[in-house]
């Protein structure tokens, strides 16, 4: 197979030694369907096995190694080298987060999002399992299933501007989620939501740059969930205000 | 404590700068602060009506001025352009599920397009009804 | 040395360890558990899964089918008292995980849609589209979210079971983000870490299937069993090897060789047609069908690719509607990383490693031979799976006996508070870490991890591969050992704290050492053919001598102590295994 010489610039942060993050370049020979990923792991195996980064199936399904390349969040994983143009290919950890080490990032705030919508199907009652599975036509799962692929990859908080400016904003993944459940017909917790989804931070922070489903590499479209929300959550407001029940 | 996480800090001014796509989304926000411009605009013009066919005169020919005309221009620019980027946006905040489909994005936003004309449409029909009756 | 108290310990946070989670927590809610991931456990390999998970529902479908396909597919070397439990199970765990939001698959009326599997007689797959693994750990880490009695610790990297009195009362774990060891002291340890496919240099395994736990039982005194037996799974993308589910084949997708024809026919898979037809052709069992490559690649008759030699999957009769409807996640895969496209294209695969069936020993109750140590999922033998697993059953695998190890254990923490001298169990944990701070202090011998590790992966390929001889597993067992004493030595080039994955790259690739050598002796003392484990040298089943489970025990730097342990069997005694035409 083929090899090219790439030239990788890649952010580096070694907390115990460095004041502040900095440059460092690396010459790898490329093989023509490499990923970013592989010129990583090339780096570490071969030319500097301090490099660290966050990574497992290298097929876009675990979400773990997602980083900025030349500037756009993206999945080492499933950026093709041959896509890029033909210069040094520069790679940051992923931006609005703090840098815990090279390329990784610290993911508390996005996990404690996470937690705080509610991500689980809450109901009134739990159907007894002897009674078999809650009946679902296709159409139904079609209503949700787009919400249901979010890898929590961490790509679209660092394209949001919103999550940029304002660090509170639950942001789009987390968002997203909480329609998911909304829109799935086992749940009932819609309403155990509202007070988090429609609260500031949440939905109405969003300024529908829609950057996050630009960047998304499965195509969530988290802010597509977001307007529905908004729309759904003012009706329900105005609902609410009339005196009717709210869904 | 070894751990030391780094915070990286972004340029609250001037972040959108950087890149065309942050640029466009900007001047969509910014384009709220034209419209709610013209809106006092409109808002003067009605209480210039409510004065008199003389104070409304005077209104509109102070509407002639070339700064005014100037700020018309870019108002009208940021109008059609926000408007125009929210239709493209719209199949993404009201999806229309039919079975286990959606119906195309693009019929969406050419039903916005039609809503669009047909309001313009009757808004000229009555002002022409009155203008005439 | 910091201590955490918690009443149970569950390492690893995949679907096997959130089920236990879950288990315990809807158990007994006052019951403190210390879940420990070496990865946020989105991450955990189950993620990658992507067929379905087997269990039977339909009318037309019976337990004894479900029994009886799991007992031949796994060549009787399966427990059939585990097996019978385990069917039994399925169903229930399935329809939990739906209870829990799992969006499954529907036919039209709204019910559980199921598809056909490999080595299965009757439909009995669930699925939810080609991302069945992806949707179920994300059901079970988020309806885990819900539960105060799980804290979780996220990216904290076990190294050692602290067995104090004869029991398991604790471990090791450094905290990434600090480079701290922790000691977490519990009354019950479940270990749910996964396997090892990370040993072999094409693996469907993500980077973090590197056998920690199985090593850190086996270093404990827990018997691996059945390691010689390792499922290659017959369609996995060749360089990368990515896997491209069963399923494929499920909805009708054929193997074909360079001249275009479906081999598998001469290999007692055929008749060809009529297709798709159960347990015939290419919905065989994976082992048959990884063995009919390598003899197709002996015949000359595989195609030579860019990335060595493949054969073709061709599903352009499925046609794009039913693709994108029950294959998305394939299309996408076979575009990006081999660019074929399959509605027009075929799609070059080769048999790649993908998982273990043998692993740390448990009984039917996912219990160790350790009191107060567990083990669930991949990286524990019940026996389910035999000598060769069928696809879907893994997946199941999680959730019975995931959920099976957390009551077992929640039950053992509530009858047995810890009675050890807790300083006695800090030594021990002090003595542990002084392994690797050893590490750290070490001078430069000339050694390379990386390189350690390709030689590693290079040997057992070689010899452990699909196909192994006495000469070649006897080369493979001297090399492995010979490796493990030059690893003895490794010093590490990164020495900070912070998220040092120099250290743990370290760690992972000792544990897989451990791990290959019980894999490799435990294949060298098997005398004979059975499932996936199959000898040029010996190419016929023995069940007079080998109906029995190997079980390695560590030994430090020498070969293991093997030991044998009769499988168990009930009511299907040892018959051929069928398939194709007459395999009804």
């Known amino acids: 197979m083929n090899h090219k010489l790439i030239e990788l610039e890649i952010l580096r942060y070694r907390p115990e030694q460095d004041q502040e993050p900095w440059f460092q370049n690396y010459q790898v020979p490329c093989e023509e369907d490499w990923v970013v990923l592989d010129a990583l792991n090339y780096v570490k195996e071969h030319m500097d096995s301090s490099l660290s980064y966050r990574w497992s199936c290298h097929m876009a399904v675990c979400g773990s190694c997602g980083m900025m390349i030349d500037g756009d969040p993206a999945l080492s994983c499933k950026t093709f080298v041959r896509d890029l143009p033909e210069r040094a290919i520069r790679i940051e950890p992923l931006a609005n987060f703090p840098i815990e080490r090279d390329l990784v990032v610290v993911m508390d705030d996005f996990v404690e999002k996470l937690e705080r919508v509610k991500p689980y199907i809450i109901r009134e009652e739990d159907k007894p399992l002897g009674e078999g599975e809650h009946l679902q036509t296709p159409a139904q799962l079609a209503k949700f299933k787009q919400y249901t692929l979010c890898i929590n990859c961490l790509c679209c908080y660092s394209a949001c501007p919103q999550y940029a400016l304002i660090p509170e904003f639950i942001g789009p993944a987390a968002l997203a989620l909480a329609h998911r459940y909304n829109q799935d017909s086992r749940d009932q917790g819609c309403e155990a939501r509202e007070d988090v989804v429609s609260a500031n931070e949440g939905i109405w922070d969003c300024a529908f740059a829609d950057a996050c489903s630009l960047v998304c590499p499965k195509h969530v479209d988290p802010a597509s969930a977001i307007q529905q929300m908004k729309i759904s959550s003012t009706i329900g407001w105005y609902k609410n205000l009339l005196g009717l029940k709210r869904s | ?133 | 040395m910091n201590v955490v108290k918690a009443d149970i310990v569950i390492i690893g946070a995949g679907g096997a360890g959130l089920r236990a989670a879950l288990a315990v927590a809807e158990h007994d809610a006052d019951l403190k558990i210390a879940l420990i991931s070496k990865v946020y456990p989105m991450r955990s390999h189950t993620v990658a899964a992507e067929g379905g998970a087997a269990g039977v529902i339909k009318e037309g479908d019976s337990l004894e089918d479900h029994f009886n396909d799991t007992v031949s597919g796994g060549d009787w070397l399966c427990d059939q008292d585990a097996v019978d439990l385990f069917v039994n199970q399925a169903p229930e765990e399935l329809i939990q995980l739906e209870h829990w939001g799992c969006p499954w698959s529907r036919e039209q009326d709204g019910h559980i849609a199921v598809r056909p599997f490999g080595g299965m007689k009757n439909e009995r797959t669930w699925f939810a589209a080609d991302k069945s693994g992806f949707h179920i750990l994300h059901t079970l880490f988020q309806t885990s979210l819900q539960y105060p009695s799980i804290t979780r610790y996220d990216e904290y990297y076990s190294t050692d079971l602290m067995i104090e009195d004869g029991r398991c009362q604790g471990v090791n774990a450094i905290e990434m983000r600090t480079g701290l060891m922790h000691l977490f002291q519990a009354k019950s340890v479940i270990v749910a870490t996964g396997g090892a496919g990370w040993m072999f240099p094409f693996t469907t395994n993500g980077a973090i299937k590197t056998a920690d736990g199985m090593a850190m039982a086996y270093r404990a005194g827990v018997p691996l069993k059945d390691m010689e037996f390792v499922q290659y799974h017959p369609t996995g993308l060749p360089g990368t090897g990515i896997l491209l589910t069963e399923g494929c084949r499920g909805e009708g997708g054929i193997l074909v060789n360079k001249d275009g024809y479906r081999y598998l026919q001469d290999y007692n898979l055929g008749p060809p047609d009529p297709w798709p037809r159960k347990k015939a052709m290419e919905l065989g069992p994976r082992d048959r069908l990884s063995q009919a490559f390598w003899h197709e690649q002996q015949k000359g008759r595989t195609v030579t690719s860019r990335w060595g030699e493949v054969v073709h999957l061709d599903m352009r009769h499925l046609g794009e509607k039913k693709i994108n409807e029950r294959l998305p996640l394939v299309r996408d895969l076979a575009k990006s990383y081999v660019g074929k496209d399959p509605v027009h294209d075929l799609v070059p695969v080769r048999p790649v490693a993908h998982y273990m069936m043998g692993g740390i020993h448990t009984d039917i109750d996912a219990a160790t031979p350790i009191p107060g140590l567990y083990a669930a999922g991949e990286c524990a033998c019940v026996s389910i799976n035999g000598a060769n697993r069928l696809g879907s059953n893994s997946l199941t695998e999680l959730l019975v006996f995931g959920g099976r190890a957390g009551r077992h254990a929640a039950e053992y923490a509530r009858e047995n508070p810890s009675s050890s001298p807790e300083d006695h169990i800090l030594n021990q944990a002090q003595e542990a870490r002084q392994r690797i701070t050893d590490m750290f202090l070490r001078e430069d011998s000339g050694e390379n991890i990386a390189l350690l590790r390709k030689e590693m992966s290079a040997t057992i390929e070689s010899g452990a591969g699909i196909y192994r001889t006495e000469d070649t597993l006897r080369e493979t067992c001297d090399r492995l050992l010979e490796l493990r004493s030059r690893y003895a030595k490794i010093h590490l080039e990164d020495k900070s704290n912070v998220f040092n994955t120099n250290l743990t790259y370290t760690l992972e690739v000792g544990s897989m050492l451990d791990a290959a050598i019980a894999m490799a002796y435990s294949a060298l003392h098997r005398k004979e053919s059975r499932g996936s484990h199959q000898r040029l040298d010996y190419t016929n089943r023995d069940d007079e001598n080998y109906l029995k489970h190997s079980m390695a025990y560590y030994q430090g730097s020498e070969e293991p102590r093997l030991e044998y342990q009769a499988v168990v069997i009930t009511r299907s005694p040892p018959a051929e295994r069928v398939y194709g035409g007459a395999g009804k």
């Open chain 2, 1 to 133: 404590m070894n751990a030391k996480p780094y915070k990286r800090e972004i340029p609250k001014s001037t972040w959108y700068l950087g890149r065309r796509r942050d640029i466009l989304h900007m001047l969509s926000e910014i384009s709220s602060l034209f419209i709610g411009i013209y809106a006092i605009i409109l808002l003067w013009g009605l209480t210039a009506l409510a004065d008199g066919p003389g104070a409304y005169q005077l209104f509109l020919q102070r509407l002639t001025n070339p700064l005014s005309l100037g700020f018309h221009w870019l108002a009208l620019a940021f109008a059609l352009y926000n408007s125009i980027s929210w239709f493209n946006l719209t199949p993404k905040a009201m999806p229309v599920q039919l079975g286990e489909n959606f119906v195309p994005g693009y019929l969406i936003v050419a039903a916005h397009y039609v809503a669009w004309a047909c309001a313009s449409l009757f808004i000229l029909f009555i002002s022409g009804v009155i203008a005439n009756g």
